[in-house]
């Protein structure tokens, strides 16, 4: 029989993450200083991240040596698996071949240890004793606080408050693994007792999390900022993906004809298709193709532009597609894909046409998930749905077009704490929610002006 | 460095399942009719399970080929990671080597879809349209569910009422599998509705939902009844487990010293253990030891006797180590290892002294698991978190001593829907309940009487 789970051994971890920076056409314009509309140097970022961190960031070399402390922790999760959806493509009836590269075999569940470990490493290097995050589902700040865990840090994680109460499975994962966990709005920061003094009864929201972890790493000497995904460091520390699927479909002697993830910050996708950047520059007919909810149409209908990566204006100015930093998503249940804007890299690779991307409302996409489940076991996260039901659709188009392609998806977690989702899916409860374009518009109205 | 993660390939999943009843010094006495109180044949369990399935659970044969559907399926999950836990050895300072091997990475979280899926098969080749069982905390009912979603298969799932509303995520699990869940007592069985006349508002218990479960399958021609441990035929499908472990063992280069499994109906342990069974009858020196809880000492404070296999006495009489049909086990955490019983073989091989036991208070067991999650990363499931306790007394054994022990021991799941648990833990909520032996005594007065 041919082989449902390709794996690999310990030796075949990647060495070295992947700079994608190297092989595009454009290099986006630089982030800016909010106070003075400036190009950030090095210095500007250095109250919230350890040099190691930095220097990554504003890397344009194409390789960076993975330190051996960090590929022994990588080797308690990877290799991850490549699986082949046979059952997935009988159920179809496709000839389109598909992939699924999982990385929800991860103690926390998904691939946000990747760069975490990463993160906590060079922070430990460098002598900082505590990060701070800010975590919406809780996928990033659990991640953070087993790293944490890991090197000795202290973590500190601010969670969107109505998350703190709805999901307490995900805050006792970050507890039991020593993080800990505070409500936000909270009384710890000025921006959080600001907002509690205008509504005491504030469910919080991500941008008032980032404020508030932004705030005590910059007000603490020993603390440090961590952020989950759109910075060029975090992508590039995701490539581990991509470049262990590019030497798993070697052994099963295939070449992707398309490469699929959900697109929230940008992490995953880019994890999973940045390693094939050379390929598609050297003009092999691969697609990239980035999946998002029509709840938060970013890439399929955000304007390329500079915004802050915040709603509090704290944060640099950065070059991407953004539906505004006022944008204020509805609580659909892929929580992670609820970002405002989209990693720099990603952004300007869409702008250029490298980069696909497409959107999905909701009944669809765990329409998609659950076929999924039934026929190829696993229970995706509700922000790898996306990244099924467009695969899904690939294959059925295959079917049509008779077309025998090699479709490769990132399952980027599985969806064991989001289980509420399928049972609303289930009751017939979930709203097919698009964000209107009129909304789009005027949110768009207030980017930052030069 | 040395490997953390040691990984094989599809084509080492185990071709056939291995029988212990082959190398066994002694072999059980049958199972008895609860009506006659004569050894039962096959007839007597053809209302209740497929032909294939009762032959293989009075087959002495060694070896019994696993049929290439279910390898195929197999293939989604296997062959599961063995982890060699550098961390954890470097914190406890021991000179034992410790490895796990990690049967949490299956999509429903443990090891119990490798006897699911084997025994859908099965029961699918004979034209039976529906399988009923009885769930406690779901681990069981959710790999069922799975298992018959691949076949095409209905399944029905008695889950005690009281875990069926305290924990929704697991009957979400099943729901998104396309199992049916029906809170137990209900208005269904004869069973039920007896107990629910008798108190409309009873919380359930495993032996009622067993009672459930069989009378369902007994009443319906196109329906068989599934038990997730205990029997032989269950055993043997786990044996895949330790058969991998001994391929992964050799890769490493080591033999085992000691193995170590919880044990509640004694599925997991029999699995990583059993296959390890010739060379210890051929005199090599491998412990084998079962963990369990001290609110449910089967094994160490039970006795070997003839005991029905459920509370409603519908079950054929068993020969295994008890603490009586009538016992009635405080509700800890770990629901898995909360059976009154022991799977026969794994209860004759203890009495013959060749394996060991040992029971653990809640506290010291979460403790354990703690470090282990803070070292290894992976949260476990509390019925695994028995074995890891024992694993790290067994290495400070090996500190104290100066022994150079290889220590293996099966993780049979993750945690991630028992977190409760370790918030329990962290809030000093837990009790170190101990059974007591009077109360064990009284239980043991009403052993079936022959």
Chains 1, 2 share one sequence.
Not at 161 to 180: E, F, I, L, N, T
Not at 208 to 213: C, M, P, Q
Not at 222 to 251: A, F, R
Not at 434 to 447: F, M, W
Request: with cysteine; net charge negative; aromatic share 8%.
């Amino acid at each position: 029989m041919s082989d449902k789970m390709i794996t690999l051994s310990q030796n075949d971890i990647p060495k070295a993450w992947y700079n994608v920076v190297a092989d595009m056409p454009t290099i986006p314009d630089p982030p800016l200083n909010p106070g003075t509309g400036q190009p950030i140097g090095p210095e500007d970022l250095a109250p919230l991240f350890p040099m190691g961190l930095i220097l990554q960031e504003v890397s344009q070399d194409r390789w960076t040596d993975i330190p051996e402390e960090i590929l022994k922790l990588y080797a308690m999760w990877r290799p991850s698996p490549l699986f082949r959806a046979t059952r997935l493509e009988e159920k179809l009836g496709t000839p389109a071949k598909i992939y699924y590269k999982y990385e929800g075999g991860s103690p926390a569940g998904s691939h946000k240890p990747n760069t975490a470990v990463a993160q906590a490493y060079y922070n430990k290097e460098e002598g900082v004793r505590r990060l701070a995050t800010e975590t919406g589902a809780g996928q990033w700040g659990s991640a953070l606080s087993m790293a944490c865990s890991f090197f000795g840090l202290e973590c500190t994680v601010y969670m969107v408050k109505v998350s703190y109460h709805q999901k307490p499975y995900r805050r006792s994962m970050m507890q039991a693994w020593g993080g800990q966990v505070i409500p936000s709005p909270s009384d710890q920061t000025n921006a959080g007792r600001g907002i509690l003094e205008k509504d005491p009864d504030s469910p919080g929201s991500l941008g008032i999390a980032i404020s508030e972890a932004v705030e005590d790493a910059a007000t603490h000497d020993d603390t440090k900022y961590s952020l989950g995904s759109v910075l060029n460091h975090v992508l590039m520390h995701q490539t581990v993906i991509g470049l262990e699927v590019k030497k798993q479909l070697e052994i099963a002697g295939d070449k992707p004809s398309l490469l699929i993830g959900a697109c929230g910050g940008g992490s995953n996708f880019a994890g999973l298709v940045f390693p094939f950047m050379p390929e598609k520059m050297a003009g092999e007919d691969i697609r990239f193709l980035a999946v998002e909810p029509t709840s938060c149409p970013t890439l399929t209908k955000g304007k390329y532009a500079y915004d802050f990566g915040d709603t509090a204006q704290m944060t640099p100015i950065i070059p991407m597609y953004t539906l505004g930093h006022d944008f204020v998503p509805p609580g659909i249940h892929a929580g992670g894909l609820r970002y405002h804007g989209e990693a720099a890299l990603v952004s300007i690779l869409h702008r250029d046409g490298i980069v696909d991307a497409v959107a999905y409302t909701q009944n669809p996409v765990f329409e998609a998930a659950l076929m999924f489940a039934r026929t190829e076991g696993i229970l995706a996260a509700p922000e790898s749905a996306h990244a099924v039901k467009a695969a899904v659709d690939e294959a059925v188009r295959c079917k049509e077009e008779g077309k025998e392609e090699v479709i490769v998806f990132n399952l980027s977690g599985h969806g064991l704490l989001d289980l509420t989702a399928y049972d609303a899916y289930l009751a017939g409860e979930l709203e097919d929610y698009t964000y209107p374009d009129e909304k789009i518009a005027e949110s768009l109205k207030n980017l930052p002006q030069f």
